[in-house]
């Protein structure tokens, strides 16, 4: 039986990598997805591939007017949103602390940290009406340690803020049927990863892993999809970490 029928599911940041892996894997399971990306041609593939179960809009997560716009939309198309994946994400620039830029520094925590703030803000009302939901916010190792590969602090800091305000919104809306988890991938080898890291720190990244190698995108997807299940229905405030062991070091 598909795990996720019933379900109406907001990703975020689908046009490509984990995203579009997540969006994929969701609607083969059964479920309704609206897949957003900033980018306005992002959605083709996924909309051929799944016609019916699948709504692709343009979505700037760093705008809460976006996200209004975009719920609305995907409530009218499918009926109230009972699953969100904040996905969306951007790396920044590789610096270190006194090189990065403030406006680099401020556009990377816009779209990382504020974009999942208002993304949880924006479906909760709806989730509360419709009985409860499922909040998926993908983190990464960042968020416990300055991982190989990590760009800069800015990353860093949006990644530790998501587990803080998982758990917080998880105690929060417990009671309301919501459930509010994060999922924490080391290396994945996504087009975000392949064009901030050269051959030589791939090899670097891959030789710190216990499992010696990278993830690939559906390897993360498939923690979320049962997050996202009614098979983790006692799980809240949790922390899933997808690494290869590289945090168990």
């Given amino acids: 039986m598909k795990r996720l029928v019933g379900k109406v599911a907001l990703i975020t940041g689908t046009a490509a990598g984990m995203g579009a892996a997540h969006a994929r894997l969701f609607a083969e399971e059964g479920a309704k997805v609206i897949a957003t990306d900033i980018r ?20 700037d997560v760093s705008d809460p007017a976006s996200w209004e716009s975009v719920v609305a939309r995907g409530k009218e198309a499918f009926g109230p949103i009972t699953v969100l994946v904040n ?5 920044g620039p590789n610096a270190f602390t ?19 703030f208002y993304g949880m803000r924006a479906v909760i009302p709806g989730m509360i009406e419709a009985g409860g939901g499922s909040i998926v916010n993908i983190s990464s190792v960042a968020g416990f340690a300055h991982a190989p590969g990590t760009p800069n602090i800015a ?16 105690v929060e ?10 999922v924490h991938p080391g290396g994945v080898m996504t087009e975000m990863m392949a064009t901030q890291i050269n051959e030589e720190q791939k090899e670097m990244i891959a030789s710190l892993v216990p499992m010696g190698r990278m993830a690939e995108s559906v390897e993360v997807s498939r923690p979320v999809l049962f997050l996202a299940s009614d098979e983790s229905s006692y799980m809240s405030g949790s922390e899933i970490i997808v690494d290869g062991g590289m945090l168990a070091k």
Wanted: hydrophobic share 40%.
């Fill in 98 to 116: 006194a090189d990065i830029s403030i406006e680099d520094y401020l556009r990377t925590v816009a779209v990382d940290e504020h974009g999942i």
């Fill in 155 to 170: 990353y860093a800091a949006s990644k530790a803020a998501v587990r803080g305000m998982t758990k917080a919104a998880a």
């Fill in 87 to 91: 996905n969306a994400g951007i790396a």
């Fill in 40 to 59: 306005v041609d992002g959605g083709g593939e996924l909309t051929r591939e799944f016609r019916d179960e699948v709504l692709y809009l343009q979505h």
């Fill in 173 to 182: 809306y417990a009671g309301q049927g919501i459930r509010v988890n994060s």
